[in-house]
């Protein structure tokens, strides 16, 4: 069958190099081996994340930390920031780790402020909050540096970021924010194949973890330190991902963390301009928009009618390329095009002249 490239939210497209390095031959998980494969991408994500703390790889989705973090950090109340389908799902996952959770939601489209984060930890209510940097269903990207420097004023408060699709495609500097712990999925920015989260956690959450009676054992913080301490896992782990992600990581520094950003932004400018040719708007707040994917309205041609969302899809898929149709309450609203990973203004131009075609057809 023909591969049809992928430009939606997650996963996305994976090179023939990135595939052949995760297709290694094996190795031990508890030999030398190994031990030298993640004492080599250990610094590099160090350097990556801007951080003196060791980075952990868990054999799951970021969802698994995610989940992690709240059995770990959580004791009296976690403030759930949601303004998208997956914010909103932290919150239900609070409840159904058994903690007591409180909503800060906004409307989908709107960036997490941080007054408005700043007014509920002011109630003293609240050990912990979560917030999603990117969040992958709007679009919308909310200014982590801000609500970070809240940090200062409630030291006590366990700051848990999701950048799963952020993560490698703009600047986090783990340590210079201050937050308590950050994490992503390999099947975004970082263009490998799912199934490895990676994750950086403060001190003072390693602390807090450590009293922690009830928080698991395969997403225990003390069990990711004390073995990332011995260049290990606390359970087996992928072994193809992290040869993949050593892979991955040397393609990083070849290219320049900076330059790399940049092409993400350069990338998802030349989204943004192929949406204003056609009349579309974008459906983030002015402002709060992603760099790593496009959420587009659909109400859009110039004349102002709306596009049948499917039937752009289908067009663009045969042309081969798979784009989203929206997701949650926006599908068939809004579609999203995805520039993160490995994509450069080459590889996304054919893109653009496939849904060209395919809009002069609707």
Partial sequence: MAHVKLHIPGPVEVSEKTFKAFCSPM??????????????????????????????????????????????????????????????KW?????????????????????????????????GAFDALTVIHNETSTGTMS???????????YPDVMFIV???????????????????????GSQKAFALPPGLAICVVSPAALAKAAKAADRGYYFDFTEF?????QSMTPSTPSIGHVYALSSKLDEFFAEGLENRY????????????????????????????????????NGAKAGGRAVDVPKLQKLAKDGGFLIDGGYG???????????????TESSMAPLFAVLDTAIAQL
């Fill in 143 to 153: 200014p982590i540096a801000e609500i970070a420097a809240l940090k200062k004023k």
């Fill in 225 to 229: 330190q004390k073995n990332a301490e």
């Fill in 27 to 88: 190795i031990g998980h508890r030999g030398q081996g190994f031990k030298d494969l993640y004492a080599k991408v250990q610094p590099q994500l160090q350097q990556l994340l801007s951080t003196k703390q060791l980075v952990y790889l868990s054999t799951s989705s970021a969802w698994g930390i995610m989940e992690g973090a709240i059995r770990n950090l959580v004791s009296k109340k976690v403030l759930n920031c949601m303004n998208g389908a997956f914010s909103d």
């Fill in 162 to 184: 999701d950048s799963v699709s952020s993560m490698s495609a703009v600047p986090l500097k783990f340590d210079e924010l201050g937050i308590d712990v950050l994490l992503a």
């Fill in 262 to 297: 940049a092409r993400h932004r350069k990338t998802n400018q030349m989204t943004r301009d192929w949406a204003a040719r056609h009349g579309f708007t974008l459906f983030p707040e002015s402002g709060a928009e992603s760099l790593t994917l496009t959420c587009i309205n």
């Fill in 91 to 123: 919150f239900d996952v609070s409840k159904r780790c058994g903690k007591a959770a409180e909503p800060l939601q906004v409307e989908w489209g709107r960036p997490i402020r941080a007054e408005e984060i700043d007014k509920r930890l002011a109630t």
């Fill in 329 to 343: 309450k926006i599908k068939g609203k809004t579609f999203r095009v995805s520039n993160m990973g490995d994509e």
